[in-house]
């Protein structure tokens, strides 16, 4: 049996006062892409880095790769990507650091290249701490890419990058997947969890309050509604005979309805059906279905700083 | 854009300790020469002092020939320069800098990355003697001794510096380590046997002073390089000692971050 990438169970962390992880357990299978989501200070950092062994737990258990953070045969399998900046040498140049990296492993990536799938052929020759904010994190993501590891941690992969450096950073992260790499990523984006995970697990205050893939969270609890506008005073009674138990129709305003319940593609085509058969045309139809914002709002109560 | 794309099917491994520890010695020696302050502090100075102190101006040194006595010292003061100021105020602000504790996340062991910043150190060092023994002979210097006995001395030296120098960036905020190892150099070069020679202090004063790493390592290449003399034991033992507290000392509380 192969183990998990990652195994937690029970973690918890203190500093002084204050728990940072308090009782926190997950499972990232092998090969599957986990987001941890959650606000600042929800102990996502204090997490990820307790498995990359920057830090030890006060209590509970932590394997990764079924062995334990601080094991040093653990090194060379993980690729890591800390938050905030590079870390690494400030007076080195990016192309530099990257070879440096690449010198630790025996079948390294070729660093020209990696440099260029990260975008950074041009400043190559920068040093290190020239490079803009976005720039430092995409080398950052090759860095932690260069010595073909098993398993990499992502804090705040795409923080500080413009739209179009994400959207790279996200085709990457897609292919690492798609290769067999196990990912570990955090991010406070919700897009970035929808987009990328295969498992989103919601933390705050150091707890997991919601898990599962993006659909299971945002199906979960079925809600979503259809509105649309055409004739006053239509026969809703009539329209909630044809739609599934517990969906529910009103008319909020003379012309405007609001249809709510579990929206599926049958739902859809039961109302426009319905409309049509009574001959009449529903204008500004739109779909609402539940984001993972509203799940997070609904679990945590707080809105994420995005 | 014509690179084919690599595929990131996993293929984990360590490169041999030996080719990890040549590419750390070569990006630390880099760095160290770009870095205008090292280089400054370490090639440049001593050479100035080495001119400066041959002049007749400042104060007598008590010897026939001023070279005799400068170029030993000046040796002296570059390993201090290197292995202990150099390093320390280099290491305070990669550790401030997170650059140790990003390290610490690769498959480079912390064996290897310390012994890359020590050929690195010794590596300088080789350049300031190759650039102090020029200008020296330039001066008119006529170097005695045993050649072997040098090398033995710096690189105790560098054992004993290197481990106070880690000891003081591993414990103390960066920019306190900054200050406290140009303090302790320029002490150190006045006081410490170095620029003035201990036979200028009182007797008493001299006894304590002699102990410092930077009097033995001076007063161990003025035997050797001045006076043409054996193996300075005393002066072996002391940096040894020095380097056998230093260095345990600083792997005992050098915190990484």
């Given at each position: 049996?192969?183990?998990?990438?990652?195994?937690?169970?029970?973690?918890?962390?203190?500093?002084?006062?204050?728990?940072?992880?308090?009782?926190?357990?997950?499972?990232?299978?092998?090969?599957?892409?986990?987001?941890?989501?959650?606000?600042?200070?929800?102990?996502?950092?204090?997490?990820?880095?307790?498995?990359?062994?920057?830090?030890?737990?006060?209590?509970?258990?932590?394997?990764?790769?079924?062995?334990?953070?601080?094991?040093?045969?653990?090194?060379?399998?993980?690729?890591?990507?800390?938050?905030?900046?590079?870390?690494?040498?400030?007076?080195?140049?990016?192309?530099?650091?990257?070879?440096?990296?690449?010198?630790?492993?025996?079948?390294?990536?070729?660093?020209?290249?990696?440099?260029?799938?990260?975008?950074?052929?041009?400043?190559?020759?920068?040093?290190?701490?020239?490079?803009?904010?976005?720039?430092?994190?995409?080398?950052?993501?090759?860095?932690?890419?260069?010595?073909?590891?098993?398993?990499?941690?992502?804090?705040?992969?795409?923080?500080?990058?413009?739209?179009?450096?994400?959207?790279?950073?996200?085709?990457?992260?897609?292919?690492?997947?798609?290769?067999?790499?196990?990912?570990?990523?955090?991010?406070?984006?919700?897009?970035?969890?929808?987009?990328?995970?295969?498992?989103?697990?919601?933390?705050?205050?150091?707890?997991?309050?919601?898990?599962?893939?993006?659909?299971?969270?945002?199906?979960?609890?079925?809600?979503?509604?259809?509105?649309?506008?055409?004739?006053?005073?239509?026969?809703?009674?009539?329209?909630?005979?044809?739609?599934?138990?517990?969906?529910?129709?009103?008319?909020?305003?003379?012309?405007?309805?609001?249809?709510?319940?579990?929206?599926?593609?049958?739902?859809?085509?039961?109302?426009?059906?319905?409309?049509?058969?009574?001959?009449?045309?529903?204008?500004?139809?739109?779909?609402?279905?539940?984001?993972?914002?509203?799940?997070?709002?609904?679990?945590?109560?707080?809105?994420?700083?995005? | 854009?014509?690179?084919?794309?690599?595929?990131?099917?996993?293929?984990?491994?360590?490169?041999?300790?030996?080719?990890?520890?040549?590419?750390?010695?070569?990006?630390?020696?880099?760095?160290?020469?770009?870095?205008?302050?090292?280089?400054?502090?370490?090639?440049?100075?001593?050479l100035l002092l080495l001119f400066f102190f041959n002049l007749?101006l400042l104060?007598?040194?008590?010897?026939?020939?001023?070279?005799?006595?400068v170029?030993?010292?000046?040796?002296?003061?570059?390993?201090?320069?290197?292995?202990?100021?150099?390093?320390?105020?280099?290491?305070?602000?990669?550790?401030?800098?997170?650059?140790?504790?990003?390290?610490?996340?690769?498959?480079?062991?912390?064996?290897?990355?310390?012994?890359?910043?020590?050929?690195?150190?010794?590596?300088?060092?080789?350049?300031?003697?190759?650039?102090?023994?020029?200008?020296?002979?330039?001066?008119?210097?006529?170097?005695?001794?045993?050649?072997?006995?040098?090398?033995?001395?710096?690189?105790?030296?560098?054992?004993?510096?290197?481990?106070?120098?880690?000891?003081?960036?591993?414990?103390?905020?960066?920019?306190?380590?900054?200050?406290?190892?140009?303090?302790?150099?320029?002490?150190?070069?006045?006081?410490?046997?170095?620029?003035?020679?201990?036979?200028?202090?009182?007797?008493?004063?001299?006894?304590?002073?002699?102990?410092?790493?930077?009097?033995?390592?001076?007063?161990?290449?003025?035997?050797?390089?001045?006076?043409?003399?054996?193996?300075?034991?005393?002066?072996?033992?002391?940096?040894?000692?020095?380097?056998?507290?230093?260095?345990?000392?600083?792997?005992?509380?050098?915190?990484?971050?």
């Open positions: 049996m192969v183990e998990p990438a990652v195994e937690i169970v029970d973690l918890v962390k203190q500093y002084g006062p204050r728990r940072a992880v308090d009782g926190l357990s997950l499972t990232v299978a092998r090969g599957s892409l986990l987001a941890l989501l959650g606000p600042n200070g929800a102990g996502k950092t204090t997490t990820i880095e307790i498995c990359e062994g920057f830090r030890r737990a006060d209590s509970g258990t932590v394997r990764v790769l079924g062995l334990a953070p601080d094991d040093p045969a653990l090194r060379p399998r993980i690729g890591v990507m800390l938050q905030d900046g590079v870390g690494g040498y400030r007076e080195a140049r990016a192309i530099e650091l990257l070879r440096l990296f690449a010198g630790y492993a025996r079948r390294p990536h070729d660093p020209g290249a990696l440099l260029e799938l990260v975008g950074l052929t041009d400043v190559a020759g920068t040093a290190v701490k020239r490079l803009s904010g976005g720039q430092q994190q995409r080398l950052s993501l090759a860095l932690a890419l260069v010595a073909r590891p098993e398993l990499v941690f992502l804090d705040e992969p795409t923080a500080g990058m413009d739209p179009q450096a994400r959207r790279v950073t996200w085709d990457l992260i897609r292919r690492l997947r798609s290769d067999g790499v196990s990912v570990v990523l955090t991010t406070h984006f919700m897009d970035e969890a929808e987009q990328l995970a295969d498992t989103v697990v919601v933390v705050d205050g150091g707890r997991v309050v919601a898990q599962g893939t993006p659909g299971e969270l945002t199906r979960g609890g079925a809600r979503g509604q259809i509105r649309f506008q055409t004739d006053p005073g239509l026969p809703l009674d009539l329209l909630l005979t044809d739609l599934p138990e517990g969906t529910r129709a009103e008319e909020t305003d003379p012309g405007r309805y609001l249809v709510s319940g579990e929206v599926t593609p049958q739902l859809l085509a039961t109302l426009t059906a319905w409309c049509a058969r009574r001959g009449v045309l529903a204008e500004n139809l739109t779909v609402e279905r539940r984001t993972l914002e509203d799940v997070f709002l609904e679990v945590t109560g707080r809105t994420l700083r995005t | 854009m014509t690179t084919p794309t690599p595929t990131f099917a996993p293929a984990p491994a360590a490169a041999p300790h030996g080719r990890m520890l040549a590419a750390q010695t070569a990006i630390e020696f880099r760095l160290q020469l770009r870095n205008l302050e090292q280089v400054g502090l370490t090639l440049v100075i001593p007749p104060y007598s040194l008590g010897v026939a020939r001023r070279i005799e006595f170029v030993p010292s000046i040796i002296a003061l570059a390993v201090m320069s290197a292995a202990f100021t150099g390093l320390a105020i280099g290491t305070g602000f990669e550790r401030k800098y997170a650059v140790l504790k990003r390290l610490g996340a690769t498959a480079l062991p912390r064996g290897v990355l310390v012994g890359g910043k020590a050929l690195s150190v010794l590596l300088l060092e080789f350049v300031q003697v190759v650039l102090i023994a020029a200008l020296g002979l330039a001066l008119a210097w006529h170097p005695h001794g045993n050649l072997l006995y040098v090398l033995v001395l710096v690189v105790l030296g560098t054992a004993a510096f290197a481990g106070l120098g880690l000891l003081l960036a591993g414990t103390v905020r960066a920019e306190v380590t900054l200050a406290a190892a140009n303090l302790i150099w320029l002490v150190l070069l006045f006081a410490g046997g170095v620029a003035i020679p201990l036979t200028k202090y009182p007797h008493a004063v001299a006894q304590v002073l002699q102990y410092l790493p930077s009097a033995a390592l001076s007063d161990g290449l003025h035997r050797v390089l001045q006076d043409g003399r054996g193996i300075p034991l005393h002066d072996l033992l002391t940096l040894v000692v020095w380097a056998a507290v230093a260095l345990p000392a600083a792997a005992r509380w050098f915190r990484w971050e």
